[in-house]
Nanobody, 117 residues
Framework: QVQLVESGGGLVQAGGSLRLSCAASGPTFSDYAMSWFRQAPGKEREFVAAINWSGSMPSYTPSVKGRFTISRDNAQNTMYLQMNSLKPEDTAVYYC??????????WGQGTQVTVSS
């Protein structure tokens, strides 16, 4: 069974940077487009960024475009989210999963990102 493990979160001041990682078990990681999602306290989980299977086509929600960069290393079964110029409104638990809901795996525990003002 494929499992997803997110890491790299932490506490950072506004304007700072963090790099999140998503490690996937199993041999099929490179077959699927992947996404980052986040859930802030009291809010629904929302889409943050996506990347196609080869890594050549990233996409972002408007609020993070120009600040976040999604990438993947299929040889390492790992996806990344480089987050720069962080804002307090980026505070959330960040999750990774396949891009399309009908292909979603069980959600991991996520990684907490807290941005202080």
């Amino acid at each position: 069974q494929v499992q997803l493990v997110e890491s790299g979160g932490g506490l950072v001041q506004a304007g700072g940077s963090l790099r999140l990682s998503c490690a996937a078990s199993g041999p099929t990681f490179s077959d699927y487009a992947m996404s980052w999602f986040r859930q802030a306290p009291g809010k629904e989980r929302e889409f943050v960024a996506a990347i196609n299977w080869s890594g050549s086509m990233p996409s972002y929600t408007p609020s993070v475009k120009g600040r976040f960069t999604i990438s993947r290393d299929n040889a390492q079964n790992t996806m990344y989210l480089q987050m720069n110029s962080l804002k307090p409104e980026d505070t959330a638990v960040y999750y990774c999963n396949r891009q399309f809901s009908y292909l979603w795996l069980a959600w991991g525990q996520g990684t907490q990102v807290t941005v202080s003002s």
